[in-house]
């Protein structure tokens, strides 16, 4: 049962499109579908998705651009390119634009649907690590929303809980506020200012403090982002 994530497909080839649609509501995936790389642009800046489907060739803007212009954004839901091409140059040329994978038409569902498993699994921060998992010196359980170290407990919010998930999922990478507002809070940060992240990055920090941290596990990369330091 796949409840919970939304898929949307960018496809131009109303046959392909609806069959898509057909299958991954039958897998309960929840599905939008659109024709156009426009309305597949506009749609993004007002909705959230766990994952893009995204076909090559569209209509007025192409699936590279809207690719490259995602990841230029900092948006970092994944991303499977559908293309007709079958020559390594397109697969290439597609995953060094920010796509998670790559598949052919024509292709099985069976294969599709694997595929998106895969890549949902890796962009899963809770699949990565587990619901209970080692930060630091700390245990941290993510569901009990409870921080143990030397038998001593302390209360998280369901917020730091996801922040500290989402590190331990990515030690040594240095992390956006920007992928970080799109992986916690599940919306884009558009428009939003980022003091919402420092905050409650910095309120973390107290945390860990607190909890027995003897040194700066999260560390600022300026201009970047943050970085869990292992």
Known sequence: METGHNILVVE???KIRDGLRDFLE?????????DDGLEAERIVDEKRFDLILL??????????????RWRQQGRTMPIIMLTAKGQEKEKI????????????????????????????RRTDPARCVGQTF???PFTVDAQALKLTCDSKQTVLTQRHADILQLFAAHPGQVISRQQLYEKVWHESMDGIETRTVDM????L???????GA?????????GAGYRFNT
Request: hydrophobic share 45%.
């Open 93 to 120: 040329a597609g995953l060094d634009l920010g796509a998670d994978d790559y598949i052919t038409k024509p292709f099985s569902l069976e294969e599709l649907l694997a595929r998106i498993r895969a890549v949902l």
């Open 200 to 203: 409650h990055i910095a309120r």
């Open 12 to 14: 131009d080839e109303p």
């Open 55 to 68: 076909d090559l060739m569209l209509p007025n803007i192409s699936g590279e651009q809207l690719c490259q």
């Open 26 to 34: 039958f897998q309960e995936f929840d599905v939008t579908v659109v």
């Open 134 to 136: 080692a930060f630091g």
């Open 214 to 222: 003897e040194t700066e596990m999260i560390e600022t990369v300026r």
């Open 205 to 211: 920090r107290e945390l860990l403090k607190e909890a």
